[in-house]
Each structure stands twice: as structure tokens, then as C-alpha cells.
T-cell receptor, first 115, second 112 residues
Framework: KAGVTQTPRYLIKTRGQQVTLSCSPI?????VSWYQQTPGQGLQFLFE???????NKGNFPGRFSGRQFSNSRSEMNVSTLELGDSALYLC??????????????FGPGTRLTVT | GQQLNQSPQSMFIQEGEDVSMNCTSS?????WLWYKQDPGEGPVLLIA?????ELTSNGRLTAQFGITRKDSFLNISASIPSDVGIYFC????????????FGPGTRLSVLP
């Protein structure tokens, strides 16, 4: 099975711009979660989508949004970028079904740099 | 909010030595996951734990779900150079959804 894929892998944006990141989960996985990883704050949960609905949300401002499509692919959008948004954005998928459904598998991440 | 602490923060060991690290919290968790992350890559799932007291192995790795449900432990036996990386624990407090809380990580260095 192919793993979680994220595009693009690297991105440089300017303050005030917006950005969209994409995540394709493992085939058959219906849950997609997004995390922000920075040296200072570590891995922080952004939100989770399941069957095209946002099921959980972390403590991030409304500039961070996401969506999930019917094929479980997900996008994350950050509007009005700030310097502090520079981070590795990670996507994780899980089957969210029965049994060992809480096992999350991460993609390689998108490294976003805001200048 | 929920927080996880990991200790040690970093450790240097000789190749062949055994390693122990732990993850603690003041909150109760229902699921624990352990990950390893290499530079520039996403975390790789090592072990998942679902029941208090559960002991699970994956090759040279063994992890335990603490009986108080507030901690978890990871042991690596006979370390090798490719064990170098950052090890994260992640806890899930709810049975609904996937909003895991991650620890700050333990950085492991293996000296040849």
C-alpha cells in the first residue's frame, strides 16, 4: 500500500499571502488529521476530518482551515500568513474503523517558510 | 489543557546498550502511540497501546501502557546506529476522534 503523500514538500511564501497544502491518505483510510510542528511548540494538533466533516479542532486561529473530499483527500489552507506560521505541516491518516483504528500514519510533511 | 512530558530530553548511549524512556501526564489517556522521527521526515509509527498494563513488542522495541493510564514507557534493546532520531509519545484521551497530544520528544544519539 502506498503511504500518506503530501504536496508540495517545500514552500516559500510572503507574509500576508495564503497557502494551500494537500494530503492524500493511505487507501481506505477515512480520517485525516493535520499537525503543525515547530522547534518551540513541538507537534500541535490542528484539526481532523472524517467523511468530509471536521470532527475535531485544535487551538489555532480561524486563519487555519481545511476540508476533505469524497475520496478522503484533504487540503489545509492558511490565510494571511504570518512569520510564525513557518513550520513543518504534517498530515496523518487512520482507518478510524474498528479494532486498531487509532493508529495514525504520517506523511513526509510540507515545509512552509514565510518571509 | 492536556500535556505530555517525556524524559529524558536527550540521551547519548553506546551502540549495543539498552535504552529506556518514558512519557508522563497528569491526565488519563485511552491510547498511546510511540513514533520515531528522522530529520526532515514525518514521524513513523513504532508501537500502539490500547489497554492499561498492556506490554507490546516490535522487534527490539518494547512499550508499556502504564496501569494508572497516565504514563507509558518505551525500551529499545541492543541499540544500533539507525536508532538515532527523536522519539515521540502521543496520547489520546477520548474514544471519539484522533486529536492526539504529543510529547516534546526524546532525542537519542548512538555512539559507535
Amino acid at each position: 500500500k502506498a503511504g500518506v503523500t503530501q504536496t508540495p514538500r517545500y514552500l516559500i511564501k510572503t507574509r500576508g499571502q495564503q497557502v494551500t497544502l494537500s494530503c492524500s491518505p493511505i487507501s481506505g483510510h477515512r480520517s485525516v488529521s493535520w499537525y503543525q510542528q515547530t522547534p518551540g511548540q513541538g507537534l500541535q494538533f490542528l484539526f481532523e476530518y472524517f467523511s468530509e466533516t471536521q470532527r475535531n479542532k485544535g487551538n489555532f486561529p480561524g486563519r487555519f482551515s481545511g476540508r476533505q473530499f469524497s475520496n478522503s483527500r484533504s487540503e489545509m489552507n492558511v490565510s494571511t500568513l504570518e512569520l510564525g506560521d513557518s513550520a513543518l505541516y504534517l498530515c496523518a491518516s487512520s482507518s478510524a474503523g474498528t479494532g486498531r483504528s487509532y493508529e495514525q500514519y504520517f506523511g513526509p510533511g510540507t515545509r512552509l517558510t514565510v518571509t | 489543557g492536556q500535556q505530555l512530558n517525556q524524559s529524558p530530553q536527550s540521551m547519548f548511549i553506546q551502540e549495543g546498550e539498552d535504552v529506556s524512556m518514558n512519557c508522563t501526564s497528569s491526565s488519563i489517556f485511552n491510547t498511546w502511540l510511540w513514533y520515531k522521527q528522522d530529520p526532515g521526515e514525518g514521524p513513523v509509527l513504532l508501537i500502539a497501546l490500547y489497554k492499561a498494563g498492556e506490554l507490546t513488542s516490535n522487534g527490539r522495541l518494547t512499550a508499556q501502557f502504564g496501569i494508572t493510564r497516565k504514563d507509558s514507557f518505551l525500551n529499545i534493546s541492543a541499540s544500533i546506529p539507525s536508532d538515532v532520531g527523536i522519539y515521540f509519545c502521543a496520547g489520546l484521551a477520548t474514544n471519539y476522534g484522533q486529536n492526539f497530544v504529543f510529547g516534546p520528544g526524546t532525542r537519542l544519539s548512538v555512539l559507535p
